[in-house]
């Protein structure tokens, strides 16, 4: 057999096995299609029964209200320091409670004009760490202070119950909040939101 | 080149061609069932990726978006690569769960076939998805967002009812597994309401009361899917009906042994058929189907034309299990061997449906230490797979064929 003959033949078999192999291959998710428009952030594009950003935004701007108005608050020297430990959720919805936390703490921090201070307690490694590194000499600093004490503890719980029936759906939902005496543990303040939406699947899915 | 060599080299071609054809061309369904998942998540995956494509094109929801994904996810789920299985769930769910539809699809499938609608799912198949979506975010530690998913499996299952129209919440995986979750999250009080109302359902109330003494302390939990789950099928006049079935394999019980010691049997938490019997369409749409079913046959009849499309919406995720076994119990942390030994009603041992499984992780101070399997012929011979038969029956291979 001539070298030409063993190129063609081997051309053939690979060309065989790559017309016998050939498949589209896929990347493992694609990226979701269709357009994309730029919306407001309290317009709710998909009707449904579930919280959204709307919800939150009220939820926090009711809850920083009556927070401020506390005579505790609203009478105090200096605005006291509230740590927020934690926001249970208990909702039939899969959200991220961290990130639950993380957005209704930053509402409460804009809606309490300064008449609040919340001390980070998540990053109190990070702090602790970096004030080793500041007497230690290793990082310059503006002298040492002490770390700021908690006066009051302000905790979250977030509760829903849907029920459905031949394609109704009706979701009830509570987010209360509680606010603790870091000293004492008195309970000096608690509040509750509530909502409920209802909804219907259309005709042909019932 | 002589003529003997040229005889030679087609005769080699014409058998790669086969072979090599043969390999691309094995169905999904069929790798999933047999163990194949490597397979099965790439073709589940052209498929996804297909409605990934159609959507740009279209620039608006397909009516089928929903049903590639939960057959990726199955194939992610069985095939232990759960973070697949979790993107896919994610595409899936809120499609099924939305409220809002497209009216005009919804009026297409009125007056043409039913399956022109938008794929959302029975209520079974609703609860199955958020209740697997659980499964994942509870093996990854996520016990809140687990317990969300597990109620929510729940709520979907409020649409379904009895043959006495009474609406049930009998979901009981979705209980039992929800109860762990409160257990884990210190909320033993609501642990024991879920079991109390899972009781209420579960078959076998002698084993059951014996599980729920040690399950919400117990530190190690197998969950066990066994069979092919229920499909639909479309039937009566002008196949305007809908019927479910399934193919429940050969096992009825499964002993559980850890480094080599029995430790007892798995408890069956719910038959998922039973869940996708209970739902029937509403008064409204089970009257039109019924009014095009009779419309085509007396056309048919009296013309023999169809005027119009009567067929009922048979598309159904066909890689759910027929029901969920639980075993529960507690060992000392480590790495353990664990055996599924599965018996057939008569009690007799099926060795080829006999799985083992090395170095399971039970973690020290884990509540949730969770193994998931799923039974299946042959599965720790992979060797034998290649020669057996397949394992769907002939009613799913022809819906497969169709969705295709």
């Known amino acids: 057999m001539r070298r030409k003959d063993y190129w063609s033949v081997a051309l053939l078999v690979i060309s065989a096995f790559l017309t016998s192999c050939a498949s589209d291959d896929a990347p493992m998710i694609a990226p979701m299609g269709g357009s994309v428009n730029r919306i407001d952030v309290d317009s709710a594009l998909i009707a449904d029964v579930t919280t959204d950003s ?138 509750e939101y509530e909502f409920k939406k209802a909804g219907r699947l259309g005709f042909m899915n019932r | 080149m002589n003529i003997q060599k040229a005889v030679s080299i087609v005769t080699l071609l014409l058998m790669i061609v086969p072979v090599g054809g043969c390999a691309g061309k094995m169905n999904a369904y069929d790798a999933v069932h047999n163990g194949f998942y490597s397979k099965a998540m790439h073709e589940f995956n052209k498929d996804a990726y297909k409605q990934e494509k159609y959507l740009k094109k279209k620039n608006k929801y397909d009516k089928d978006y929903a049903l590639p994904y939960l057959h990726l996810a199955s194939a992610g789920f069985e095939g232990g690569a759960y973070s697949l299985a979790e993107t896919a769930l994610m595409h899936a769910l809120p499609v099924m769960q939305r409220m809002e539809e497209s009216g005009g699809q919804n009026l297409f499938a009125l007056v043409t076939t039913e399956d022109q609608r938008q794929y959302k799912g029975d209520p079974y198949e609703r609860s199955a998805a958020n209740f697997y979506l659980g499964l994942i975010r509870f093996y990854n530690g996520e016990h809140d967002r687990a317990l969300a998913l597990f109620r929510r499996a729940l709520v979907s299952d409020m649409d379904t009812k009895n043959k006495e129209e009474e609406a049930l919440e009998d979901y009981t995986v979705a209980q039992i597994m929800a109860a762990k979750t409160y257990a884990i999250l210190g909320e033993m ?74 430790y007892g049997s798995a408890l069956k938490a719910m038959d998922v058929t039973e869940q996708a019997e209970q739902h029937t369409a509403s008064f409204g749409r089970r009257s039109v189907q019924a009014f095009k ?112």
Not at chain 1, 139 to 155: A, E, I, K, N
Request: hydrophobic share 35%.
């Open chain 1, 54 to 191: 709307q919800d939150l935004r009220a939820i926090c701007q009711t809850m920083a209200r009556s927070i401020i108005n506390l005579p505790q608050v609203a009478n105090a020297v200096s605005p006291p320091r509230v740590a927020f430990l934690e926001m249970v959720n208990r909702t039939t919805e899969d959200i991220d409670s961290y990130n639950l936390l993380d957005s209704i703490r930053t509402q409460l921090v804009k809606n309490a004009n300064g008449r609040v201070i919340f001390v980070d307690r998540e990053r109190i490694d990070s702090i602790l760490k970096e004030r080793e590194m500041k007497r230690a000499g290793t990082v310059g600093s503006s002298g040492p202070q002490v770390l700021s004490g908690v006066d009051f503890f302000l905790t979250g719980r977030a509760y829903s119950e849907m029920k459905a029936y031949q394609g109704a759906r009706q979701a009830y939902y509570r987010f209360s909040f509680r606010l603790t005496d870091a000293e004492t543990g008195d309970i000096i303040w608690e509040d």
């Open chain 2, 189 to 262: 009080d609501n642990a024991k309401v879920m079991l109390d109302r899972a009781e209420e359902y579960i078959e076998d109330k002698v084993a059951f009361t014996e599980f729920k003494e040690h399950f919400l302390t117990d530190n190690f939990t197998v969950l066990i899917a066994n069979g092919i789950g229920p499909f639909k099928m479309s039937c009566g006049a002008g196949k305007a009906a809908i019927k479910v079935d399934c193919d429940s394999g050969p096992v009825r019980k499964m002993d559980i042994y850890i480094d080599e010691k029995r």
């Open chain 2, 293 to 404: 079913g009779t419309c085509n046959q007396i056309t048919s009849v009296a013309m023999g034309l169809k005027l119009m499309g009567s067929k009922s919406d048979s598309r159904s995720w066909i890689l759910l299990p027929n029901g969920f076994y639980i075993f529960s119990t507690t060992i000392d942390p480590g790495l353990h061997t664990v055996m599924l030994k599965c018996f057939d009603k008569k009690g007799k041992e099926l060795p080829r449906y006999e799985q083992r499984w090395f170095y399971i992780p039970v973690v020290e101070g884990k509540e949730g230490n969770l193994l998931i399997l799923r039974t299946g012929i042959d599965k720790c011979n992979q060797y034998k797979k290649i020669k057996r038969q397949r394992v769907l029956t002939k009613v799913q291979r022809r819906d497969v064929k169709k969705w295709k």
